[in-house]
C-alpha cells in the first residue's frame, strides 16, 4: 500500500519529467546511430559504415560546405515583344482554337463584346514558357559521397571519395531554370501564357534515364 500512495503522490513535473526521458529514448532507439553487427549481417543490403552516416542506406552526398550558395530567387520573365508573337506560326489571338498551340479555346479573350472581360485591353501580355532539359548543380560545395557511383568519363569513384563537386544533374524546368520564371500579374492587365514541351530534345546529350 505505501508503494501505491508512493506512485500517486508523483507530482505533475515528475510525470511530465518521465514523458520526455521515454521519448528521448523512443527518438534514439528509432534513430539507431548504427546497427548492430548482427543486424547488419540480417539485412539485404549492404550497411554503410565508416563514413559517419545516419541513414542505413544512404543515397545523398555529405555536402561538406553547406549553406554558402545563394538563395535563388527567380527574375520576373518580361512579357514577349509582340512583333515577335506575330511572326509564331499559331501567335495566340481571339480565333477560335487559336488561344493555345494544340488548337484549343478555353478561356474568354480580352476585349471580347458582350462578355466579363470587355473593358479589358484586347490585347493580352504574351509570355513563353518551354518546357526544358537542361544540367543543373544544386550545390558549389566539395562533397563526401556515401555511394559510389559512374562519373562522366565511365570511371567508377568508391563511396566515401571527397569531389569538388558532384556531377550536374538532369534537371526538366521551364525555361531551363530552376525555380522557374516568375510572372508579375497586375489587376487589370490579362496575361496569356504559351506553354511549349520540348522535353523531345536533348541539346546537352544529359542522362535521360528512364524518361
Same mark, same amino acid.
Given at each position: 500500500?505505501?508503494? +501505491? ?29 548504427? /546497427? ?8 539485404? !543490403? ?13 543515397? =545523398?552526398? *555529405?555536402?561538406?560546405?553547406?549553406? +554558402?550558395?545563394?538563395?535563388?530567387? /527567380? +527574375? ?12 509564331? =506560326?499559331?501567335? /495566340?489571338? /481571339? ?12 478561356? *474568354? ?15 493580352? *501580355?504574351?509570355? !513563353? ?23 562522366? !568519363? ?5 563511396? @566515401?571519395?571527397?569531389?569538388? =563537386?558532384?556531377? +550536374? ?10 525555380? @522557374? ?27 535521360? !534515364?528512364?524518361?
Amino acid at each position: 500500500m505505501a508503494k +501505491k500512495n508512493e506512485l500517486l503522490s508523483l507530482s505533475r513535473r515528475d510525470v511530465l519529467k518521465l514523458g520526455m526521458a521515454t521519448g528521448a529514448a523512443t527518438a534514439v532507439g528509432t534513430l539507431g546511430l548504427r /546497427p548492430t553487427a548482427a543486424a547488419a549481417q540480417t539485412a539485404t !543490403q549492404p550497411v554503410c559504415i565508416g563514413l559517419l552516416a545516419i541513414e542505413a542506406f544512404p543515397t =545523398s552526398p *555529405l555536402i561538406l560546405e553547406p549553406f +554558402k550558395d545563394p538563395l535563388p530567387v /527567380p +527574375k520576373a520573365a518580361s512579357p514577349i515583344d509582340p512583333a515577335v508573337v506575330a511572326t509564331w =506560326s499559331s501567335p /495566340p489571338d /481571339p480565333g477560335v482554337g487559336r488561344q493555345d498551340s494544340a488548337g484549343h479555346t478555353h478561356q *474568354l479573350w480580352p476585349g471580347a463584346p458582350g462578355t466579363v472581360v470587355a473593358n479589358y485591353p484586347s490585347k493580352p *501580355l504574351v509570355y !513563353q514558357n518551354k518546357l526544358q532539359v537542361a544540367p543543373a548543380s544544386f550545390t558549389t560545395s566539395p562533397v563526401r559521397t556515401l555511394v559510389g557511383y559512374r562519373d562522366t !568519363q565511365g570511371n567508377v569513384v568508391p563511396a @566515401g571519395t571527397v569531389v569538388p =563537386s558532384l556531377p +550536374k544533374s538532369t534537371l526538366y524546368a521551364f525555361n531551363s531554370q530552376f525555380p @522557374g520564371p516568375m510572372i508579375n500579374a497586375e489587376y487589370g492587365k490579362p496575361v496569356v501564357v504559351r506553354f511549349e514541351n520540348h522535353l523531345d530534345e536533348n541539346p546537352y546529350n544529359l542522362d535521360r !534515364q528512364d524518361f
